[in-house]
Protein backbone atom coordinates (compact mmCIF):
# COMPACT_ATOMS: atom_id res chain seq x y z
CA UNK A 1 0.00 0.00 0.00
CA UNK A 2 1.55 3.61 -0.84
CA UNK A 3 2.01 5.00 2.71
CA UNK A 4 4.57 7.56 0.95
CA UNK A 5 4.44 9.55 -2.47
CA UNK A 6 7.63 7.79 -3.43
CA UNK A 7 9.14 4.82 -3.14
CA UNK A 8 10.62 4.16 0.72
CA UNK A 9 12.34 0.66 -0.18
CA UNK A 10 13.52 -1.58 -2.80
CA UNK A 11 14.72 -4.35 -0.97
CA UNK A 12 12.63 -4.81 1.60
CA UNK A 13 9.44 -6.49 0.20
CA UNK A 14 5.71 -5.81 1.19
CA UNK A 15 3.46 -8.35 1.76
CA UNK A 16 0.60 -7.19 0.19
CA UNK A 17 -3.18 -6.54 2.05
CA UNK A 18 -6.32 -6.76 0.26
CA UNK A 19 -7.76 -3.79 1.51
CA UNK A 20 -11.17 -5.18 2.21
CA UNK A 21 -11.18 -6.71 5.90
CA UNK A 22 -13.96 -8.42 7.16
CA UNK A 23 -15.62 -5.98 10.16
CA UNK A 24 -17.75 -6.72 13.02
CA UNK A 25 -19.30 -4.15 15.74
CA UNK A 26 -18.71 -5.03 19.40
CA UNK A 27 -20.98 -5.01 22.43
CA UNK A 28 -20.37 -3.92 25.76
CA UNK A 29 -19.41 -7.82 26.74
CA UNK A 30 -16.87 -7.40 23.26
CA UNK A 31 -19.01 -10.17 21.37
CA UNK A 32 -19.44 -9.47 17.65
CA UNK A 33 -22.48 -7.79 16.55
CA UNK A 34 -23.27 -6.39 12.97
CA UNK A 35 -21.51 -7.96 9.83
CA UNK A 36 -20.03 -5.97 7.19
CA UNK A 37 -16.92 -5.70 5.00
CA UNK A 38 -14.71 -2.35 5.47
CA UNK A 39 -12.26 -0.89 3.27
CA UNK A 40 -8.67 -0.08 4.73
CA UNK A 41 -7.72 2.64 5.16
CA UNK A 42 -10.98 4.41 5.91
CA UNK A 43 -12.97 5.31 8.52
CA UNK A 44 -16.25 3.38 9.70
CA UNK A 45 -18.38 7.05 9.74
CA UNK A 46 -18.42 6.79 6.32
CA UNK A 47 -20.69 3.19 6.45
CA UNK A 48 -24.02 4.98 6.18
CA UNK A 49 -25.03 2.32 9.28
CA UNK A 50 -22.24 3.53 11.00
CA UNK A 51 -22.31 6.99 10.55
CA UNK A 52 -22.30 8.40 14.11
CA UNK A 53 -21.02 5.05 15.95
CA UNK A 54 -19.00 5.37 19.52
CA UNK A 55 -17.88 2.20 20.68
CA UNK A 56 -14.96 -1.15 19.83
CA UNK A 57 -15.34 -2.56 16.12
CA UNK A 58 -12.92 -5.82 15.58
CA UNK A 59 -11.71 -6.27 11.77
CA UNK A 60 -10.11 -9.50 10.45
CA UNK A 61 -7.94 -10.96 7.32
CA UNK A 62 -6.61 -14.29 6.61
CA UNK A 63 -2.67 -13.45 5.49
CA UNK A 64 -0.49 -16.50 3.74
CA UNK A 65 3.25 -15.32 5.45
CA UNK A 66 5.97 -16.73 8.00
CA UNK A 67 9.71 -15.60 9.33
CA UNK A 68 10.30 -12.02 10.57
CA UNK A 69 7.79 -9.61 9.54
CA UNK A 70 7.15 -5.86 10.31
CA UNK A 71 3.12 -4.89 10.94
CA UNK A 72 3.20 -0.75 10.14
CA UNK A 73 0.13 0.84 11.03
CA UNK A 74 0.07 4.55 9.84
CA UNK A 75 -2.75 6.08 12.20
CA UNK A 76 -5.82 3.68 14.15
CA UNK A 77 -8.51 5.69 15.84
CA UNK A 78 -7.38 5.76 18.59
CA UNK A 79 -7.22 2.45 20.61
CA UNK A 80 -6.01 -0.50 18.92
CA UNK A 81 -5.33 -3.97 20.06
CA UNK A 82 -3.28 -6.12 17.35
CA UNK A 83 -3.87 -10.42 17.45
CA UNK A 84 -1.97 -12.45 15.30
CA UNK A 85 -3.85 -16.19 15.76
CA UNK A 86 -6.07 -14.49 18.60
CA UNK A 87 -2.70 -13.68 20.67
CA UNK A 88 -2.20 -9.93 21.47
CA UNK A 89 0.85 -8.81 19.85
CA UNK A 90 0.39 -5.27 20.30
CA UNK A 91 -1.13 -2.43 21.94
CA UNK A 92 -1.29 1.06 20.84
CA UNK A 93 -2.94 4.74 21.84
CA UNK A 94 -3.26 7.86 20.05
CA UNK A 95 -5.26 8.19 16.60
CA UNK A 96 -2.55 9.95 15.05
CA UNK A 97 0.89 8.60 14.97
CA UNK A 98 2.35 5.56 13.57
CA UNK A 99 3.30 2.45 15.03
CA UNK A 100 4.71 -0.86 14.74
CA UNK A 101 5.28 -4.57 16.11
CA UNK A 102 7.70 -6.90 14.92
CA UNK A 103 6.75 -10.58 14.52
CA UNK A 104 9.52 -13.07 14.56
CA UNK A 105 10.23 -16.88 13.55
CA UNK A 106 6.16 -16.65 12.09
CA UNK A 107 5.41 -20.61 10.62
CA UNK A 108 4.63 -20.06 7.19
CA UNK A 109 0.84 -20.87 6.19
CA UNK A 110 -2.31 -18.92 6.83
CA UNK A 111 -2.74 -16.79 9.74
CA UNK A 112 -5.33 -14.28 10.89
CA UNK A 113 -4.58 -10.89 11.62
CA UNK A 114 -7.19 -8.98 14.10
CA UNK A 115 -7.39 -5.28 14.84
CA UNK A 116 -9.69 -4.24 17.83
CA UNK A 117 -10.56 -0.74 17.47
CA UNK A 118 -11.97 1.82 19.96
CA UNK A 119 -12.85 5.33 19.57
CA UNK A 120 -14.95 5.94 22.21
CA UNK A 121 -14.22 8.33 25.28
CA UNK A 122 -13.27 5.67 27.83
CA UNK A 123 -11.68 6.11 31.31
CA UNK A 124 -8.13 5.23 29.55
CA UNK A 125 -8.70 8.19 27.24
CA UNK A 126 -6.67 11.32 28.04
CA UNK A 127 -6.36 12.69 24.91
CA UNK A 128 -9.03 11.55 22.95
CA UNK A 129 -12.42 13.11 24.75
CA UNK A 130 -15.27 15.13 23.83
CA UNK A 131 -13.73 18.17 21.70
CA UNK A 132 -14.08 20.94 18.91
CA UNK A 133 -13.37 17.87 16.72
CA UNK A 134 -14.83 14.29 16.00
CA UNK A 135 -12.66 11.18 17.14
CA UNK A 136 -13.44 9.23 14.08
CA UNK A 137 -13.28 5.42 14.58
CA UNK A 138 -11.39 2.56 12.20
CA UNK A 139 -7.92 2.43 10.92
CA UNK A 140 -7.83 5.81 8.95
CA UNK A 141 -4.69 5.38 7.63
CA UNK A 142 -2.58 3.09 5.79
CA UNK A 143 -1.44 -0.28 6.79
CA UNK A 144 1.19 -2.55 5.47
CA UNK A 145 3.24 -5.91 6.09
CA UNK A 146 7.34 -6.11 5.26
CA UNK A 147 9.26 -8.90 5.29
CA UNK A 148 12.50 -8.31 7.39
CA UNK A 149 15.57 -10.09 7.33
CA UNK A 150 17.25 -10.46 11.06
CA UNK A 151 19.06 -6.97 10.84
CA UNK A 152 16.99 -4.16 9.70
CA UNK A 153 17.29 -0.55 9.67
CA UNK A 154 14.51 0.60 12.00
CA UNK A 155 15.20 4.84 10.93
CA UNK A 156 17.88 7.07 9.41
CA UNK A 157 17.59 11.08 10.63
CA UNK A 158 18.95 13.70 9.08
CA UNK A 159 19.27 17.29 10.89
CA UNK A 160 20.95 19.80 8.62
CA UNK A 161 22.84 22.79 9.40
CA UNK A 162 24.46 25.96 8.18
CA UNK A 163 28.46 26.10 9.25
CA UNK A 164 31.54 27.65 7.35
CA UNK A 165 29.70 28.99 4.34
CA UNK A 166 28.39 24.92 3.51
CA UNK A 167 25.31 22.56 4.02
CA UNK A 168 26.04 20.04 6.77
CA UNK A 169 24.40 17.07 8.76
CA UNK A 170 24.17 14.77 11.76
CA UNK A 171 22.81 11.71 10.68
CA UNK A 172 21.98 9.11 13.11
CA UNK A 173 20.35 5.71 11.93
CA UNK A 174 19.43 2.55 14.07
CA UNK A 175 19.80 -0.60 13.34
CA UNK A 176 18.32 -3.53 14.88
CA UNK A 177 18.96 -7.03 15.30
CA UNK A 178 16.04 -9.60 15.51
CA UNK A 179 18.27 -12.89 16.67
CA UNK A 180 19.87 -14.81 19.16
CA UNK A 181 23.24 -13.79 17.57
CA UNK A 182 25.61 -10.92 17.43
CA UNK A 183 26.43 -9.99 13.71
CA UNK A 184 28.27 -7.84 11.76
CA UNK A 185 27.80 -5.46 8.98
CA UNK A 186 28.21 -1.98 7.12
CA UNK A 187 25.44 0.33 6.80
CA UNK A 188 25.72 3.09 3.24
CA UNK A 189 23.83 6.11 3.47
CA UNK A 190 23.90 8.51 0.16
CA UNK A 191 22.50 11.84 0.10
CA UNK A 192 23.06 13.35 -3.23
CA UNK A 193 27.08 13.64 -4.10
CA UNK A 194 28.15 12.31 -0.52
CA UNK A 195 27.85 9.15 0.88
CA UNK A 196 28.03 8.51 4.54
CA UNK A 197 29.63 4.36 6.07
CA UNK A 198 29.29 2.87 8.95
CA UNK A 199 31.71 -0.24 8.06
CA UNK A 200 31.60 -3.78 9.65
CA UNK A 201 29.67 -2.43 12.74
CA UNK A 202 28.81 -4.90 15.44
CA UNK A 203 25.36 -5.26 16.18
CA UNK A 204 24.49 -6.67 19.51
CA UNK A 205 21.68 -9.66 19.57
CA UNK A 206 18.24 -8.32 20.17
CA UNK A 207 19.51 -4.44 20.43
CA UNK A 208 19.09 -1.47 18.55
CA UNK A 209 22.30 -0.19 17.57
CA UNK A 210 22.75 3.45 17.24
CA UNK A 211 25.17 5.16 14.59
CA UNK A 212 25.50 8.77 14.14
CA UNK A 213 28.04 11.03 12.15
CA UNK A 214 28.26 14.81 10.93
CA UNK A 215 28.59 15.01 7.16
CA UNK A 216 29.80 17.84 5.25
CA UNK A 217 27.84 18.31 1.52
CA UNK A 218 29.50 21.24 0.01
CA UNK A 219 27.74 20.54 -2.96
CA UNK A 220 24.35 20.58 -1.53
CA UNK A 221 21.61 22.99 -2.63
CA UNK A 222 19.11 25.06 -0.14
CA UNK A 223 15.43 24.08 0.44
CA UNK A 224 13.89 27.04 0.00
CA UNK A 225 9.84 28.18 -0.17
CA UNK A 226 10.31 29.02 -3.80
CA UNK A 227 12.28 26.39 -4.44
CA UNK A 228 12.07 23.10 -2.77
CA UNK A 229 15.01 21.22 -3.32
CA UNK A 230 14.88 17.48 -2.21
CA UNK A 231 16.87 14.84 -1.59
CA UNK A 232 16.20 11.56 -1.75
CA UNK A 233 18.38 9.96 1.44
CA UNK A 234 18.84 6.03 0.38
CA UNK A 235 20.29 3.90 2.95
CA UNK A 236 21.03 0.01 2.82
CA UNK A 237 22.45 -2.19 5.33
CA UNK A 238 24.63 -4.86 4.07
CA UNK A 239 25.39 -8.37 5.93
CA UNK A 240 28.21 -10.81 4.26
CA UNK A 241 28.30 -8.74 1.42
CA UNK A 242 25.13 -8.56 0.50
CA UNK A 243 22.39 -5.92 1.01
CA UNK A 244 19.47 -7.14 3.27
CA UNK A 245 17.32 -3.92 3.59
CA UNK A 246 16.72 -0.57 2.79
CA UNK A 247 14.80 2.63 4.06
CA UNK A 248 14.60 5.58 1.49
CA UNK A 249 13.26 8.97 2.78
CA UNK A 250 13.54 12.46 1.25
CA UNK A 251 15.54 15.39 3.13
CA UNK A 252 15.64 18.89 2.61
CA UNK A 253 18.95 21.09 3.50
CA UNK A 254 17.61 24.71 5.26
CA UNK A 255 17.55 25.99 8.83
CA UNK A 256 14.96 27.41 11.27
CA UNK A 257 16.36 30.25 13.70
CA UNK A 258 14.90 32.75 15.42
CA UNK A 259 16.57 36.18 15.81
CA UNK A 260 15.04 38.73 18.61
CA UNK A 261 11.45 39.00 16.88
CA UNK A 262 11.74 37.41 13.57
CA UNK A 263 11.17 33.54 12.70
CA UNK A 264 14.31 33.23 10.11
CA UNK A 265 14.31 30.72 6.90
CA UNK A 266 17.67 29.96 6.19
CA UNK A 267 18.77 33.02 7.33
CA UNK A 268 16.12 35.04 6.31
CA UNK A 269 13.14 37.07 7.95
CA UNK A 270 9.74 35.00 7.29
CA UNK A 271 6.23 36.39 7.90
CA UNK A 272 4.31 33.22 8.55
CA UNK A 273 0.61 33.61 6.17
CA UNK A 274 -0.95 30.40 7.25
CA UNK A 275 -4.39 28.25 7.77
CA UNK A 276 -5.36 26.47 10.38
CA UNK A 277 -6.52 22.60 8.74
CA UNK A 278 -8.07 19.74 10.60
CA UNK A 279 -8.14 16.32 8.56
CA UNK A 280 -11.47 16.13 8.32
CA UNK A 281 -13.30 15.89 5.04
CA UNK A 282 -16.85 15.33 4.37
CA UNK A 283 -17.19 12.03 2.30
CA UNK A 284 -14.32 10.54 3.79
CA UNK A 285 -14.37 11.85 7.54
CA UNK A 286 -10.31 12.11 8.43
CA UNK A 287 -9.07 9.05 6.01
CA UNK A 288 -8.90 11.61 3.90
CA UNK A 289 -7.41 10.23 0.55
CA UNK A 290 -4.38 11.25 -2.05
CA UNK A 291 -6.48 13.35 -4.09
CA UNK A 292 -7.96 15.24 -1.53
CA UNK A 293 -4.83 16.03 0.26
CA UNK A 294 -3.78 17.05 -3.14
CA UNK A 295 -6.95 19.42 -3.52
CA UNK A 296 -6.28 20.92 0.14
CA UNK A 297 -2.50 21.86 -1.06
CA UNK A 298 -3.82 23.46 -4.31
CA UNK A 299 -6.35 25.41 -2.84
CA UNK A 300 -3.81 26.31 -0.01
CA UNK A 301 -1.40 27.72 -1.95
CA UNK A 302 -3.93 29.99 -4.28
CA UNK A 303 -4.69 31.57 -1.22
CA UNK A 304 -1.01 32.46 -1.08
CA UNK A 305 -0.69 30.87 2.22
CA UNK A 306 2.39 30.15 3.12
CA UNK A 307 2.14 27.99 6.33
CA UNK A 308 -0.28 25.01 7.61
CA UNK A 309 -1.01 23.93 10.84
CA UNK A 310 -1.68 20.65 11.80
CA UNK A 311 -4.37 21.70 14.33
CA UNK A 312 -4.62 19.76 17.09
CA UNK A 313 -2.62 16.66 16.31
CA UNK A 314 0.22 15.13 13.76
CA UNK A 315 -0.49 14.59 10.17
CA UNK A 316 -0.75 12.13 7.32
CA UNK A 317 2.85 11.87 6.03
CA UNK A 318 1.57 11.37 2.49
CA UNK A 319 0.29 15.51 3.51
CA UNK A 320 3.45 16.14 4.85
CA UNK A 321 5.24 14.90 1.71
CA UNK A 322 3.12 17.24 -0.37
CA UNK A 323 4.05 19.83 2.14
CA UNK A 324 7.63 19.25 1.45
CA UNK A 325 7.36 19.30 -2.55
CA UNK A 326 5.47 22.50 -2.49
CA UNK A 327 7.29 24.45 -0.08
CA UNK A 328 4.80 24.81 2.34
CA UNK A 329 5.62 25.74 6.08
CA UNK A 330 4.39 23.19 8.81
CA UNK A 331 3.76 24.01 12.61
CA UNK A 332 3.35 20.22 13.29
CA UNK A 333 1.68 19.72 17.00
CA UNK A 334 1.20 16.85 19.40
CA UNK A 335 -2.01 15.93 20.49
CA UNK A 336 -4.30 17.68 22.56
CA UNK A 337 -6.38 20.46 22.62
CA UNK A 338 -8.53 22.57 25.59
CA UNK A 339 -7.96 20.41 28.24
CA UNK A 340 -8.27 21.69 31.58
CA UNK A 341 -6.48 20.95 34.78
CA UNK A 342 -8.32 18.01 35.84
CA UNK A 343 -8.02 16.45 31.99
CA UNK A 344 -4.13 16.85 32.99
CA UNK A 345 -4.41 14.89 36.21
CA UNK A 346 -5.75 11.87 34.59
CA UNK A 347 -3.39 9.44 35.34
CA UNK A 348 -2.88 8.44 32.07
CA UNK A 349 -1.99 12.09 30.20
CA UNK A 350 2.00 12.51 31.06
CA UNK A 351 2.18 8.96 29.66
CA UNK A 352 -0.34 9.14 26.38
CA UNK A 353 1.05 12.40 25.48
CA UNK A 354 5.07 11.45 25.76
CA UNK A 355 4.28 8.72 23.53
CA UNK A 356 2.62 11.02 20.98
CA UNK A 357 5.71 13.78 20.71
CA UNK A 358 8.16 10.09 20.43
CA UNK A 359 5.93 9.05 17.61
CA UNK A 360 5.34 12.19 15.70
CA UNK A 361 9.30 13.47 15.87
CA UNK A 362 10.58 9.26 15.23
CA UNK A 363 8.59 9.10 11.79
CA UNK A 364 8.24 12.91 11.16
CA UNK A 365 11.81 15.00 11.70
CA UNK A 366 12.98 14.46 8.56
CA UNK A 367 10.23 16.92 6.87
CA UNK A 368 11.74 19.97 5.49
CA UNK A 369 8.23 21.77 5.63
CA UNK A 370 8.33 21.54 9.86
CA UNK A 371 9.07 24.76 11.22
CA UNK A 372 7.91 24.28 14.51
CA UNK A 373 7.13 21.76 17.20
CA UNK A 374 3.79 22.51 19.04
CA UNK A 375 2.26 20.77 21.99
CA UNK A 376 -0.94 21.51 24.14
CA UNK A 377 -3.92 24.30 22.10
CA UNK A 378 -5.46 26.28 24.96
CA UNK A 379 -4.72 24.22 27.54
CA UNK A 380 -3.92 25.21 31.36
CA UNK A 381 -0.75 27.32 30.58
CA UNK A 382 -2.03 29.63 33.60
CA UNK A 383 -1.30 27.40 36.44
CA UNK A 384 1.29 25.90 38.06
CA UNK A 385 0.98 22.35 37.18
CA UNK A 386 0.09 23.38 33.63
CA UNK A 387 3.59 24.57 33.88
CA UNK A 388 4.73 21.64 35.27
CA UNK A 389 3.51 19.41 31.93
CA UNK A 390 4.71 22.03 29.65
CA UNK A 391 7.69 22.18 30.82
CA UNK A 392 8.21 18.50 30.94
CA UNK A 393 6.86 18.38 27.09
CA UNK A 394 9.14 20.85 25.89
CA UNK A 395 11.94 18.84 27.59
CA UNK A 396 11.19 15.92 25.98
CA UNK A 397 11.17 17.48 22.28
CA UNK A 398 14.28 19.64 22.55
CA UNK A 399 15.59 15.78 23.63
CA UNK A 400 14.48 14.35 20.22
CA UNK A 401 15.25 17.40 18.45
CA UNK A 402 17.19 20.71 19.02
CA UNK A 403 16.87 22.30 15.56
CA UNK A 404 13.34 23.60 15.14
CA UNK A 405 11.81 25.81 17.52
CA UNK A 406 8.91 25.29 19.94
CA UNK A 407 5.59 26.77 20.80
CA UNK A 408 2.02 26.19 21.67
CA UNK A 409 -1.02 28.31 21.04
CA UNK A 410 -2.47 30.13 24.45
CA UNK A 411 -5.81 30.61 25.15
CA UNK A 412 -7.00 34.96 24.67
CA UNK A 413 -8.01 34.44 28.23
CA UNK A 414 -4.49 33.69 29.84
CA UNK A 415 -3.33 36.95 28.49
CA UNK A 416 -1.69 38.21 31.85
CA UNK A 417 -2.08 34.97 33.61
CA UNK A 418 0.19 32.92 31.62
CA UNK A 419 2.91 31.56 33.22
CA UNK A 420 5.12 29.41 30.13
CA UNK A 421 6.01 31.92 27.47
CA UNK A 422 9.59 31.54 28.79
CA UNK A 423 9.81 28.20 27.59
CA UNK A 424 8.90 28.70 23.91
CA UNK A 425 11.05 30.21 20.74
CA UNK A 426 7.87 31.79 19.39
CA UNK A 427 5.05 33.18 21.72
CA UNK A 428 1.72 32.25 20.41
CA UNK A 429 -1.49 33.03 20.94
CA UNK A 430 -5.14 32.41 19.91
CA UNK A 431 -7.27 36.18 19.65
CA UNK A 432 -10.86 36.15 18.42
CA UNK A 433 -12.01 39.99 18.23
CA UNK A 434 -14.86 40.81 16.15
CA UNK A 435 -16.11 37.21 16.60
CA UNK A 436 -16.67 36.72 20.64
CA UNK A 437 -15.69 40.07 21.65
CA UNK A 438 -16.40 43.08 19.39
CA UNK A 439 -13.04 44.78 20.33
CA UNK A 440 -11.28 46.45 17.33
CA UNK A 441 -8.33 44.17 16.54
CA UNK A 442 -5.71 46.79 16.72
CA UNK A 443 -7.14 47.08 20.66
CA UNK A 444 -7.12 43.58 20.99
CA UNK A 445 -3.27 43.39 19.58
CA UNK A 446 -2.41 46.28 21.46
CA UNK A 447 -3.40 44.16 24.77
CA UNK A 448 -1.62 41.13 23.59
CA UNK A 449 1.64 43.29 23.44
CA UNK A 450 1.69 44.92 26.58
CA UNK A 451 1.32 41.83 27.98
CA UNK A 452 3.63 39.53 25.99
CA UNK A 453 6.21 42.49 26.32
CA UNK A 454 6.14 42.76 30.38
CA UNK A 455 6.82 38.42 30.38
CA UNK A 456 8.86 36.38 29.86
CA UNK A 457 8.09 35.93 26.32
CA UNK A 458 9.20 39.64 25.39
CA UNK A 459 11.61 40.09 22.64
CA UNK A 460 10.81 36.73 20.94
CA UNK A 461 8.29 36.38 17.80
CA UNK A 462 4.70 36.96 18.38
CA UNK A 463 2.40 34.58 16.49
CA UNK A 464 -1.21 34.91 16.06
CA UNK A 465 -1.78 31.22 15.66
CA UNK A 466 -5.35 31.47 15.50
CA UNK A 467 -8.23 34.29 14.95
CA UNK A 468 -11.10 33.87 12.81
CA UNK A 469 -14.99 34.36 12.92
CA UNK A 470 -17.69 31.56 11.62
CA UNK A 471 -20.04 31.36 8.42
CA UNK A 472 -22.03 28.78 7.16
CA UNK A 473 -21.35 28.27 3.20
CA UNK A 474 -24.65 29.50 1.77
CA UNK A 475 -26.04 31.66 4.06
CA UNK A 476 -25.73 35.16 2.80
CA UNK A 477 -27.73 38.94 3.57
CA UNK A 478 -27.45 41.98 3.45
CA UNK A 479 -27.66 42.70 7.36
CA UNK A 480 -23.98 41.43 8.30
CA UNK A 481 -24.97 39.49 10.61
CA UNK A 482 -22.53 36.48 12.26
CA UNK A 483 -22.51 33.49 10.63
CA UNK A 484 -23.24 35.23 7.18
CA UNK A 485 -20.38 35.31 4.74
CA UNK A 486 -20.40 38.89 4.54
CA UNK A 487 -19.89 39.00 8.31
CA UNK A 488 -16.80 36.74 8.25
CA UNK A 489 -15.43 38.73 5.23
CA UNK A 490 -15.58 41.84 6.98
CA UNK A 491 -13.85 40.38 10.62
CA UNK A 492 -11.32 38.80 8.40
CA UNK A 493 -10.51 41.67 5.90
CA UNK A 494 -10.06 43.69 9.49
CA UNK A 495 -8.21 41.26 11.60
CA UNK A 496 -5.58 39.81 8.72
CA UNK A 497 -4.80 43.41 7.89
CA UNK A 498 -4.12 44.45 11.31
CA UNK A 499 -2.24 41.92 12.37
CA UNK A 500 0.37 41.56 8.24
CA UNK A 501 0.61 45.27 8.64
CA UNK A 502 2.07 45.48 12.38
CA UNK A 503 5.67 45.11 11.78
CA UNK A 504 6.02 43.59 16.18
CA UNK A 505 4.26 40.44 14.72
CA UNK A 506 5.87 37.54 13.00
CA UNK A 507 2.74 36.56 10.97
CA UNK A 508 -1.36 35.55 11.48
CA UNK A 509 -2.57 31.21 11.21
CA UNK A 510 -6.40 32.18 10.64
CA UNK A 511 -8.49 29.63 11.69
CA UNK A 512 -9.38 27.62 9.81
CA UNK A 513 -8.99 26.17 5.90
CA UNK A 514 -11.86 23.89 5.98
CA UNK A 515 -15.17 23.63 8.36
CA UNK A 516 -14.71 20.05 10.08
CA UNK A 517 -17.30 17.79 12.06
CA UNK A 518 -17.30 18.39 16.18
CA UNK A 519 -18.32 16.14 19.02
CA UNK A 520 -22.23 16.52 19.24
CA UNK A 521 -21.49 17.77 22.88
CA UNK A 522 -20.71 20.80 21.13
CA UNK A 523 -23.87 21.04 19.38
CA UNK A 524 -25.24 24.31 20.80
CA UNK A 525 -22.26 26.68 20.00
CA UNK A 526 -21.48 25.32 16.51
CA UNK A 527 -24.32 25.24 14.22
CA UNK A 528 -24.50 21.74 12.24
CA UNK A 529 -22.10 20.39 14.73
CA UNK A 530 -19.30 21.65 12.37
CA UNK A 531 -17.06 24.26 13.84
CA UNK A 532 -17.51 26.82 10.82
CA UNK A 533 -14.93 29.01 10.91
CA UNK A 534 -13.20 27.26 7.62
CA UNK A 535 -12.69 29.81 4.33
CA UNK A 536 -14.46 26.10 2.62
CA UNK A 537 -16.79 24.23 3.72
CA UNK A 538 -16.62 20.47 4.13
CA UNK A 539 -16.79 19.71 0.84
CA UNK A 540 -14.77 22.54 -0.19
CA UNK A 541 -16.81 25.19 -1.55
CA UNK A 542 -15.23 28.73 -1.68
CA UNK A 543 -17.11 30.67 1.04
CA UNK A 544 -16.82 34.46 -0.06
CA UNK A 545 -14.07 35.17 2.42
CA UNK A 546 -11.68 32.50 0.72
CA UNK A 547 -11.28 35.18 -2.05
CA UNK A 548 -11.01 37.86 0.11
CA UNK A 549 -8.15 36.20 2.39
CA UNK A 550 -6.55 35.63 -1.03
CA UNK A 551 -6.00 39.16 -2.06
CA UNK A 552 -5.23 39.80 1.25
CA UNK A 553 -2.60 37.07 1.58
CA UNK A 554 -1.18 38.24 -2.04
CA UNK A 555 -0.44 41.82 -0.66
CA UNK A 556 1.62 41.08 1.88
CA UNK A 557 5.45 39.70 0.96
CA UNK A 558 6.28 36.26 2.49
CA UNK A 559 9.63 37.46 3.66
CA UNK A 560 12.15 40.52 4.17
Known sequence: ???????????????????????????????????????????WESNPNLSSYKGKALYSKKITFGGNVRLVCKGISHTAHIYLDQEEVAYHYNAYTEFSVNLQDIPYGEHTLEIKVDNSFHEESALHVSNDYYSYGGITRPIVLEALDELFIKHVHFIPYWKDDQWHATISATVSNLSKEQKEGTLNVKIGDEQLSFVDQVFR???????ERDVVFPRALSYTLEDPKLYAMVAELSYNDQVIDDKIDRVGFREITVSGKDILFNGEKVVIKGVNRHEDYAEFGNAVPMEAMYRDIELIKSLGANCIRTSHYPNDERFLDLCDENGILVWEEAHARGLNEEQMRHKNFERQSLDCIHEMIEHHINHPSIYVWGILNECVSNTEFGRYCYKKQFECIKSLDSSRPVSFASLEGHIGSDLCLDLVDIVSFNIYPRWY????????????????????????????????????????????????????????TEQLNAILSDADMSGVIMWQYADCRVDPGWFHVRPKSQNNKGLVDTYRREKLAYHTVKDIFHAYPDSF
Open 205 to 211: SNVDTLL
Open 437 to 492: HDTPVTEALAHLKRFVDSSDGAGKPLLISEIGAGAIYGNRSNHQEKWTEEYQQYAL
Open 1 to 43: MNTRLFQDHVVRKEIQLDPIWDFHTLNADEEKQEACQMLVPSC
